[in-house]
């Protein structure tokens, strides 16, 4: 595996790094290791964030090759972990321990909420969730940037046009939040980043909760002070698009002041807050009453939805005013005043009406004049306006083209292109995917438009878990990805020409010509054939274990019941569960003897005296006694 810093994400060729110079340093004992790769997947390196609840990570998609941030889900002060022993997750005690999974289910909620809105701007996109380590994950994508509170913090307070023009995406991405139903509860400026190009983008969505707009039921408190509405501070506060809206306006009072607003429980029995004026701020009276009515302490004096925000904020932005004469012509000026006997102009002030003298004493009307310099400036202003008319042009859509016929199109308005790749799951392999002003904006001739495109489709691995090679590489083919076999391995329970495993996992997601990768079964490991000979049947039968054993019995000269030969040879390696033939002596055989002759049972007879015969009676023949036997 490639080495990468762990500080940037970077190939890493050297102990320091190349690109941000940093070398490595121990995390502290409750972050994990840098270098531990989690679901086979994700290497992590420093930690870039740390809350109450959670620790996000820099890393690196080993599968994608791009760069990810990682959330974990720590709650400081209800686990523990020693890194250096273990980088699993222990629950001080099983009174935290309810609250530890219900904590790891909002995870999953978070990671579901993102990953519906995924690929709106100005909302992190998420691409994966997983648990492991005794806790839950979530890979989203690594943004680049500071967050607003950084910034306010470093740079100072931003104008109150440069807030909302930054600020305006966001707002619509936040619309589209609403619309669906769910509000986000945790808005301020360490939760809202400003990307390196200048947009932004929100995060944190752990405390997201669908409402249906308006709701009763009970809801757990979620507060950071000086931007949660009074409704926050309530279990049961009805909470709605109004309660985001109140936290919207907070943050902008924030980054035009550089002060944090007044608790809002407060403001509710005493509302004190000083307008942003008074404190300093840039900004139009119009705008500063919108921001002021967003941020009232109770909901229903607040805008209720963010299209009656938004409509408001645009209603209060600059404006061109009518100019009256007394614009057109500043009074303080100078006019020139001419005669043909004076070479030199003379600076007079301004009369009612100005006249212009020539030898004969002729006056030119103030009208005549007016139209004429009128006239010159027009023409002036004209020919400025189309020259710079002519330095500017429209972005193209190059959305779908294929590199060249973007570079192609670019090049032809006059454009510079500038080429990013990224993994799309819409479009394939060399195709814009989206560009960076967007199609339709008016820019000076020759400006870079940033052109993303395609490096191919991200597609889900199938399983092939358990399939032959052939029906396998089928498959992963037909998913538009490539099949490797790495290895061949017994294996137990799957049978020969088998998968055993692949990386990466089933359902996992990838990119279209990238390789899945499988171990192939070469059936139950072979075993060796014992030399049973000379033993007895029932310790042979212990030590054949793993085969069949058939037993055959044979007269020998050894001892009763010992096993005297075997059919396959001893040393030999065979599959298990083989038949192996034995033979077992019956004993030694018995000598041959004549056949005994079968002795005549001898009969005792018992005769009773003789009656004579009445000797009336007819005779009859004499009676016979039998055929009597004797012994030899």
Known sequence: MKRYCYNCMKPLSEGKCGFCGYTFKAPPAHHLLQGTVLNNRYLIGNAIGEGGFGITYIGRDINLDMTVAVKEFYPKGFVNRNNLSSNMVEVNGKSNLEFFEKGRKKLIREARVLAKFSGTNSIVDVRDYFEENNTGYIVMEYIQGETLKHCVEKYGAFSSEEIICKMMPLFYALEKVHSEGLIHRDISPDNIMIVNDGSMKLMDFGATRDVNFITEHTMSVVLKRGYAPEEQYRAKGVQGPWTDIYAICATIYKCITCITPEDSLERAFSDKLRRPSELGADISPELEEVILKGMSPHPEDRYQNMNEFIEAVLSAGPREHEKSDADEYDDNDSTLYYTEDESNAQSLEPKNEIKYKNKKGFRIPRWLIVSV?????????????????????????????????????????????????????????????????????????????????????????????????????????????????????????????????????????????????????????????????????????????????????????????????????????????????????????????????????????????????PTEAPATEPQTLGELKFDD
């Open 373 to 613: 310099v009128l006239m010159i400036i027009g023409g002036i202003a004209t020919s400025f306006i189309v020259n710079e008319r002519n330095s500017y042009t429209i972005i193209p859509n190059v959305y779908s083209l294929s590199v060249r016929a973007a570079e192609k199109t670019l090049e032809d308005n006059e454009l510079e292109c500038k080429i990013d790749y990224e993994y799309s799951d819409k479009l394939s392999k060399g195709k814009v995917i989206k560009q960076q002003p967007e199609a339709g904006e008016s820019v000076k001739k020759n400006s870079i438009i940033t052109v993303t495109v395609s490096s191919g489709r991200l597609v889900s691995v199938p399983d092939v878990k358990g399939l032959s090679y052939n029906k396998a590489k089928k498959l992963v083919e037909k998913a538009s990805l490539k099949l490797t076999a790495e290895r061949k391995a017994y294996s137990a329970t799957v049978e020969e020409g088998s998968v055993i495993s692949q990386t990466p996992k089933a359902r996992s997601v990838l990119a279209e010509g990238k390789a899945v990768t499988v171990i192939i079964s070469k059936g139950k490991k072979p075993i060796t054939v014992p030399n049973l000979f000379g033993m007895s049947l029932k310790k042979a039968k212990a030590k054949a274990k793993g085969f069949t054993i058939k037993v055959k019995r044979k007269y020998s000269e050894k001892e009763k019941n010992t096993v005297i030969s075997q059919r396959i040879k001893a040393g030999e390696k065979v599959r298990p569960d083989t038949r192996l033939i034995i033979t077992v002596s019956k004993g030694a055989k018995p000598a041959e003897t004549e056949p005994a002759t079968e002795a005549e049972p001898y009969y005792e007879q018992y005769y009773e005296p003789e009656i004579p015969e």
